[in-house]
């Protein structure tokens, strides 16, 4: 029998209500190794729920049980000190999971064994999805249950701390700023922490352009924090020139095709230089075609681990070509199960993801051919799982003589702690760069 469990069921049968509660909303039963000590301890939260006092005696009538040992477990523990006892429980909690953990992968090796090639692939990635998942179990407890005090007292907090930052000149949100003041507007300071945000559009519209210039500002401003982007789409030198033209202000297709200036070359290096002395590992970038939400919760905890940095920006690029480890499901269903799996990564970890998306065709027939939540393809539950919907429109797509060919329109359609509304920006497509209009500032960020 393991000490720690005597150590821990003892305490609990000296009958403290603080101790006993604060035990009961730490451990469950699963965390005890020794059956004795975890019927004791499933016994113990039951006589609680009841009303029932806890102590050997009643312990020992209601189970069945030798009173003397039960005695021995309560008598081997000193007067229980709240601060001992924690650190008792979140030991626990530590062996549980290395001993689940092991288990685990025994039987996942075992199954892998008897796999069949065709399917060794898929049930990888659900191994990994599932090691992810016994990880990070418990790491969110306090967060999912706690006393309403604690939720009012976390919204003053929060409150107060967006007012201190609008009085300070700031914006007052801790969101992650885009870098475009009519955008950070009119979505409370920028792409919120541990929230999904869609951004979607038809092709050509400009939506990865826009995700990788927020990325990279993003980058800029908020140093305590690591970022990732992962792209399913363009693999590295794609995106590479893309970052480097927009930090450079130099053409892109010039890059591309060879065409560009020996003064290109001497502002492509300055903005490689910026790139060395300002990222330090803060930017990550995946490229990995079919990747699935288990390779990004993967990647994003390697991220996390390697720089001891809390998780900011995550952009997605983009949700269509993701892949589902689930079989047999619809492709409204895949998505569905893909973007609910982004939402949670977000819930998690605390990261701002945006996920990028297409649009159903359907809204080219109409006249206005701006995107409503409707167009949102392949699930209805897209908008569903989103805290943020957000979509890029360009008039000069459909009209190239419009009278503003550079405006480009980020139209919030769900906000839900927020305003809808629309924010105008300035699309240099030479440049692969996208600026605010109010400043026409967004090459060096």
């Excluded at 101790?19 to 301890?41: E, I, T, W, Y």
């Excluded at 049930?123 to 090691?131: F, L, P, Q």
Aim: charged fraction near 25%; proline fraction near 4%; aromatic fraction near 4%.
């Amino acid at each position: 029998m393991s000490k720690l469990e005597r150590q821990i069921v003892g305490s609990m049968l000296w009958g403290l209500p603080a101790v006993n509660h604060h035990l009961k909303g730490q451990l469950a039963a699963p965390d005890f190794s020794d059956p004795l000590c975890q019927r004791v301890f499933v016994e113990i939260c039951e006589a609680m729920d009841d009303g029932a006092d806890v102590d050997s005696l009643v312990v020992s009538e209601r189970l069945g049980v030798s009173l003397a040992e039960l005695l021995e477990m309560e008598n081997g523990v000193d007067a229980p000190e709240q601060g001992k006892i924690s650190a008792w429980g979140h030991e626990l909690v530590r062996v549980s999971k290395r001993r689940r953990f092991s288990q685990f992968l025994a039987n996942a090796s075992a199954k892998l064994g008897k796999c069949p090639p065709s399917q060794v692939a898929s049930a990888i990635s659900k191994i990994v999805e599932r090691a992810f998942e016994i990880s990070i179990e418990g790491s969110t407890q306090e967060v999912a249950f706690m006393p309403f005090e604690r939720v009012v007292q976390a919204t003053i907090e929060d409150t107060r701390a967006r007012w201190e930052a609008e009085r300070a000149g700031g914006v007052g949100a801790p969101g992650l700023a885009t870098g475009y003041p009519e955008l950070d507007d009119l979505i409370g300071g920028g792409i919120q922490p541990a929230e999904l945000t869609l951004l979607g559009g038809r092709p050509s519209m400009g939506k990865s352009l826009l995700a990788g210039n927020i990325l990279r500002q993003c980058v800029s401003r908020v140093r305590d924090r690591c970022h990732m982007l992962v792209s399913l789409e363009m693999g590295h030198l794609s995106v590479g020139r893309r970052f480097l033209a927009a930090q450079s202000r130099v053409s892109a297709s010039g890059m591309r095709d060879g065409t560009g200036a020996t003064e290109d070359m001497h502002r492509l290096l300055a903005g490689a230089r910026w790139f060395s002395e300002n990222l330090n590992k803060r930017l990550w970038f995946l490229d990995r075609p079919g990747a699935t939400v288990a390779d990004v919760r993967l990647y994003l905890q390697r991220m996390m681990d390697s720089t001891g940095l809390p998780p900011g920006l995550v952009v997605i690029d983009h949700l269509h070509l993701m892949r589902s480890t689930q079989r047999g499901l619809s492709q409204g269903d895949k998505i569905s199960a893909i973007s609910e799996g982004c939402l949670h990564i977000a819930r998690e970890t605390g990261a701002a993801v945006l996920l990028l998306s297409q649009l159903s065709r359907e809204l080219e027939r109409r006249p206005d051919k701006r995107p409503i939540l409707a167009d949102l393809r392949d699930s209805g539950t897209l908008e569903q799982n989103a805290n943020n919907v957000m979509f890029v429109y360009r008039q000069s797509v459909y009209e190239p003589d419009a009278a503003n060919p550079n405006d480009l329109e980020v139209i919030v359609r769900k906000q839900r702690d927020g305003t809808l509304g629309t924010a105008t920006l300035f699309y240099n497509a030479a440049e692969q760069l996208i600026s605010s209009r109010l400043s026409r500032v967004g090459g060096a960020a």
